[in-house]
């Protein structure tokens, strides 16, 4: 070997070594310039609530009652959420062991002993949390959603739950609303809480090194705000039912319409922000299904359908009725009809699909819920619960405004609703035959049978309705957010239907979780929880 070849190969040895000593050197330079960065902070506060409905609320009550400084950021105009525009039942529970059973009997194997006794535990305060700051409301026993014949498959799904509704002065049932300014006027006795509306949060900012999260990044008035979380973040934004491109990415791809009957604002962004810092995700598939529903291109979100005639059916484009019309899609869990895709004649046979009636179900009332009943509260609906249309009696008004078509004669009803006129006349007879004969033999309705043959005749495109989705961050009995492996994102909660704990079965607690998880996050936040999973997390994921 000659010796320019060696004097070659030390020289290249030798510069590598060199070049990697300064470029090491530079590295590390720069990692230290980004794990201690001069931070500008244009607000601070022990703890930052992301979201300001039940659960965001409950969080920054509890905190601020521990001491802490609260900033609460809502990038709508006005708070509530989902809560505020709920029915308003919060259910509680006096026997926490026998409620863990029925969590993890319900859980799927997806619940943990830690996670559904510190559930139960914690929801068996919400009656006298609720009590201690002012709220009045009446309480009822109720059975539990999975009570009777669910036994059999599920045996420990039992519990005496009891429901909680808010008293109101003039004695008609509470609603969500009403929860909801019980728990705004809680948020406004607190010293030091401070509410930040028309600010949407839209990133986290998190140390490189520790992946700590210090804080936010927030727009207000066009302008960036970054604000400092000295104890943590507290993510409480809700879902992402709003979000037409996450539904078809995590739940359901048809073409079909999906609309929230709730607030329309719950666009998964706190789902993107977690993710941003290395949030492990869980439940994203599960959703709960609302009513029938109508959707007015006018309006943010969608009613209710609830007709008070029974001469009514539902039908597809074809004309043909596909379901049973005295069911709804209300917290179903089978596969909805009008998501079927027929693989020979490749397309969706049920999208879109209609509402059909005739001039006696016009005049019975409203064809949306609107009315307080004994278990039907109003409000329970956004564009209701905000005052965005009064429904007429008679539907007149939405027959005036065009959403409500109309035609003389079954046949002019179809073509005003683009529906097959000859398929439509068919199915009507038909569904006339099963009025005369009282059995409903095509799919065996149990509401009563009214003969659909009183003209004119009306018809209204339907949507299907999504109360909620439970997907999100995935969080510990703390309610601290983790990362895939089970380890705590430090500085990082969650709480609401933001990341639920509720899998595929929903036992009809919601606004049970805003209190529940609320206080979970609330007093962990302020409190210095050691380890990578936290003092109190379990040793395995929940």
Sequence with gaps: MSSSSVSRRNFVR??????????????????????????????????VVVGYGGAGAVTAITASEAGASVIILEKHSEPGGNTGCSTGNVRAHTNPAQHADFLMAIGLGETSPEMAHTWADTAAQVEPWMRSHGAKFVVNKVNARFKGAFKDTFPNAETTDLNITMARDDKQLGS????????????????????????????????????????????????????????????????????????????????????????????????????????????????????????????????????????????NKDGSRFLDESTTYNHAKKPLEVFLFDEKKNRFPNNPWFLVFDEKARKAGPVIMVNRGAVTA????????????????????????????????????????????????KQIDTYNQSVNSGKDE????????????????????LAVSIINTEGGPRRNINGQILNPFGEVIPGLYGAGEFGSMFSLLFPGGHLTEC?????????????KLGGSRGIHAPESQP
């Design 14 to 47: 030798n510069s590598l070594a060199i070049g990697g000593t300064v470029a090491a050197g530079a590295i590390a330079a720069e990692a230290a310039t980004i794990a201690k960065p001069a931070q500008h902070w244009d607000k601070e506060a022990d703890v």
């Design 378 to 425: 109003p409000f329970s609906t956004w564009n209701l619960s905000h005052a965005l249309h009064a429904w007429s009696a008679d539907n007149s008004k939405e027959i005036e405004l065009g959403w409500i078509k109309k035609g003389d004669t079954i046949e002019d009803l179809a073509k005003a609703l683009a529906i097959d006129p000859a398929g439509l006349r």
């Design 442 to 461: 095509a799919f065996q309705r149990t509401a009563p049978l009214a003969a659909l043959d009183q003209g004119p005749f009306y018809g209204m495109e």
């Design 176 to 315: 969500g609303k009403d929860l909801f300014e019980f728990l705004s006027a809680a948020v406004k006795k607190c010293r030091n809480v401070e509410v930040m509306l028309e600010t949407p949060a839209y990133r986290l900012i998190q140390d490189p090194v520790s992946k700590h999260i210090l804080g936010v990044r927030a727009k207000n008035g066009g302008k960036e705000l970054r604000i400092r979380a000295r104890k943590g973040v507290v993510l409480s934004l809700g879902g992402f039912q709003a979000n037409r491109q996450m539904m078809a990415d995590h739940v359901q791809q048809a073409p079909c319409r999906i609309v929230p009957a709730g607030t329309p604002h719950n666009t998964g962004d706190g789902i993107k922000m977690a993710l941003e810092v290395g949030a492990d995700l869980w439940h994203m598939e599960n959703v709960e299904w609302g009513m029938f529903e109508f959707k007015p291109a006018e309006l943010p979100a969608a009613f209710w359908i609830d007709p008070r005639g029974r001469s009514h059916i539902v039908v």
């Design 515 to 527: 209190f529940v998880s609320g206080m979970l996050a609330g007093r962990s936040v302020i409190k």
